[in-house]
């Protein structure tokens, strides 16, 4: 982000540069573009006026835009804009008689001179009243000119800022959603994790103490290695499996669990604690102590494309579907996916209670 907004100033004094230069070059051209005889008085005045439109460039930059046109005080900004302008104008006539007895263009000096924009000497002429010139026109016209590059940059410049902190306070926002909605989902897996085990020390101590010993090693994964906010592929199958072999431990017969994951699968970054609530939801409810039951989870890949099927039996009178259960890990999962892969995610939930399965099929683009 530091290094976007440096990026962004430097552009803004490059694009000021390339305006002034540009001002610069048109004001002063009869130094480059010329052989005659120049007044110092002249040059004067182009200074003069150069100088006056660079101060209303900027007060007009940080003045004007930001307390009148941006708060919406359009009229009144832009009477302060026609008022700005005349005075230039004013001005600049003024520079014209003060600076006698050199006087600008007229219609004979361009016969003597084939270059415009250049002075003749002759002698004082006072100007009775004021009378619009061409000269005033162009003043007019530069003016304006200046004003509205101003206008517009401005313009543009807090459009882009305004923007920048948008994006920033959603990602924020993003950000601490998410890290909500991983605390929840963690000491939800410990919650229910920690059921298990304390099932398994009245049947088997032995196999409760080596359960015991698995999950503080898939805590440590938890608190370690997934707070970069990514992790691997690799990583987060490995932890989908520990987590299966901790469950099986408690297991009978009656229960069948197939898991399909091959041992080629192209590791790339993906979102931790993506995959466990969908097999966590199917240990949970599809796991029968009298009957029997089965759970079955695939995952493929495809180029870029990430594959899980998780299908599981329904316990009686225990139906769960997404939309209305209340685990809080399926439902966090959902708005993570949401969060995380807006538009590059298919999730899809089916449950038929004559075929007693459920069914959970996730696609995840991780281009």
Do not use: C
């Not at 002063?28 to 010329?34: C, D």
């Not at 005075?87 to 000096?109: G, H, K, M």
């Not at 003043?139 to 206008?151: D, H, K, N």
């Amino acid at each position: 982000m530091q290094g976007q907004s440096s990026y962004s100033k430097l552009n803004s004094i490059a694009i000021h540069a390339m305006v002034w230069a540009v001002l610069g070059l048109y004001f002063y051209r009869q130094l480059f573009f010329s052989d005659a005889d120049i007044p110092y008085q002249y040059w004067i005045k182009q200074t003069v006026t150069l100088s006056l439109l660079v101060i209303v460039f900027y007060f007009n930059s940080f003045v004007l835009v930001p307390r009148f046109l941006l708060k919406n005080h359009t009229v009144f900004y832009f009477v302060i804009v026609i008022g700005i302008i005349a005075a230039i104008t004013i001005i600049n006539r003024w520079l014209d008689n003060v600076l006698s007895p050199f006087q600008f263009t007229d219609a004979e000096f361009y016969k003597r001179n084939p270059a415009p924009g250049l002075l003749r000497h002759r002698p004082p002429q006072r100007e009775t009243g004021y009378h619009f010139k061409m000269g005033d026109l162009f003043t007019i016209i530069i003016s304006a000119l200046v004003i509205g590059i101003s206008t517009i940059m401005t313009t543009v410049q807090k459009f882009q800022k305004d923007n920048q902190e948008r994006k920033e306070l959603e990602k924020d926002k993003i950000t601490t959603e998410l890290s909500l909605l991983k605390a929840q989902i963690n000491p939800h897996f410990f919650f229910n994790t920690l059921n298990n085990i304390y099932a398994l020390t009245e049947v088997d101590p032995k196999v409760a103490g080596e359960a015991i010993h698995q999950l503080s090693k898939m805590m440590r994964y938890l608190l370690y290695d997934t707070q970069r906010g990514d992790t691997l592929l690799s990583q987060e199958i490995a932890f989908v499996k520990n987590y299966i072999s901790l469950m099986q431990l408690r297991l009978t017969d009656l229960v069948k669990v197939n898991v399909d994951i091959p041992a080629n699968l192209q590791d790339m970054p993906l979102a931790p604690m993506i995959f466990l609530p969908f097999v966590e939801n199917a240990f949970k409810h599809g796991v029968s102590t009298t009957e029997q039951s089965f759970i079955n989870v695939i995952i493929s890949q495809k180029d870029k494309l990430l594959d899980l099927t998780v299908i599981n039996s329904i316990k009686k009178d225990n139906s769960v579907s997404l939309d209305i259960n209340n685990g809080i890990g399926l439902l966090n999962t959902r708005r993570r996916l949401d969060l995380l892969y807006p538009g590059k995610y298919k999730l899809d939930i089916s449950e038929s209670n004559a075929a007693n399965k459920y069914s959970v099929h996730l696609v995840l683009d991780l281009s």
